[in-house]
C-alpha cells in the first residue's frame, strides 16, 4: 500500500504543490536503468579520477583560471537545487517518522513508501544530479585550487553508491537522500557567497553539519542491521548496507581529520602568530 503525499495527508499543503509532473511521478524506467548500468556509473567514475590527474598535469604549466563568476553561478545553482530538493523530502521523512515510527521509516519497501509522487521525483533527481556534481571538481583543477582526498573520493564513492542504492530500491534511502540535500543547500551556498568574495563566519556550521550528516548515516544503517538481527522485514540490500556503513565511517573519519585539521591546529597555529 503507498504511503499518502504530504498534500494528501494534509489538504492544506496542496497549494505547495502546483505542478502535476511532481504530483504524478511514478519510477517507470529510473530504477530499471540504474540497476542495467553499474557499468556506466563505475565508467564515469573512472573517467573521473582520470581526468582528475590529467587535468592537473595540463594545469601545471598554465597560469589558474579565474572563473569566479561561473563558479558563483554554479554554486548558487546548486544550492538552489538542494534547497528545492531539501523541501521536498525533509517534511515527508519527518512526517513518516512521527506517523509511522522509525522501523516503518528505514525499512519499508521503498517505492510505496517515498518512491512516487513528489518526493520520489526529488529522490531520482538525487541520484542523477551526483553525475553534474562532478563540475566542482573542474573548477579546483583549472583554478589550480587544492585537491584533497577528501574531495574526489567522497564523488565517485557518493555516485556509485547511490546509483546502486536507488537500483536495489534501498529502503532507508530517503534517510541519505534528505540528508545530503540540506547539508548541500547550506554548503552551496556558502561556496556561493565566497565565490562572491564575501568570508561568512560560519564555515564551521558547514562542517559540523557535514560531521552529523555521517553520524546519522552510520546511526542509520546500524539500525537496519539491528531491524533484521531482530528477524524483522526490512527492504534493504544487504551489500548496499555493508557499503554504507563502510562509506559513512570512513566519511566522518575524513571529515573529523579536517575539522580537527581546519579548525583546532589551524587555530592554535593562527593564535602562536598573533602573540
Not at 232 to 260: P, Q
Amino acid at each position: 500500500m503507498r504511503a499518502p503525499f504530504l498534500h494528501e495527508a494534509y489538504p492544506a499543503l496542496s497549494p505547495l504543490y502546483p505542478f502535476a509532473f511532481e504530483r504524478d511521478f511514478v519510477p517507470t524506467w529510473q530504477p530499471g536503468f540504474c540497476a542495467d548500468s553499474m557499468g556506466l556509473a563505475i565508467g564515469l567514475c573512472a573517467v573521473y579520477c582520470v581526468l582528475c590527474y590529467t587535468g592537473r598535469h595540463v594545469m601545471a604549466s598554465r597560469a589558474p583560471f579565474d572563473l569566479k563568476t561561473a563558479l558563483a553561478a554554479w554554486n548558487l545553482l546548486l544550492a538552489t537545487f538542494s534547497f528545492c530538493g531539501a523541501v521536498r523530502t525533509v517534511p515527508f521523512l519527518l512526517d513518516s517518522i512521527y506517523q509511522r515510527g522509525a522501523y516503518a521509516s528505514i525499512c519499508s519497501e521503498a517505492t510505496n513508501h517515498y518512491g512516487n509522487g513528489p518526493t520520489g521525483l526529488w529522490v531520482a533527481l538525487f541520484i542523477f544530479s551526483k553525475v553534474p556534481e562532478l563540475i566542482d571538481t573542474f573548477f579546483i583543477v583549472v583554478r589550480k585550487k587544492p585537491l584533497i582526498f577528501l574531495h574526489w573520493y567522497h564523488h565517485i564513492t557518493v555516485l556509485m553508491f547511490c546509483w546502486h542504492a536507488f537500483a536495489v530500491r534501498s529502503a532507508s534511502g530517503l534517510y541519505f537522500v534528505a540528508m545530503n540535500y540540506s547539508v548541500h543547500a547550506i554548503m552551496y551556498f556558502y561556496y556561493f557567497l565566497t565565490a562572491r568574495g564575501y568570508r561568512p563566519r560560519w564555515a564551521l556550521l558547514v562542517t559540523v553539519a557535514q560531521l552529523s550528516q555521517m553520524v546519522v548515516g552510520v546511526a542509520v544503517c546500524t539500525m537496519s542491521v539491528l531491524y533484521i538481527r531482530q528477524g524483522a522485514v526490512c527492504h534493504v540490500n544487504h551489500d548496499n548496507l555493508k557499503w554504507g556503513i563502510l562509506m559513512y565511517s570512513s566519511y566522518f573519519a575524513l571529515f573529523l581529520k579536517f575539522f580537527i585539521e581546519r579548525y583546532c591546529f589551524h587555530a592554535k597555529r593562527s593564535a602562536k602568530k598573533t602573540q
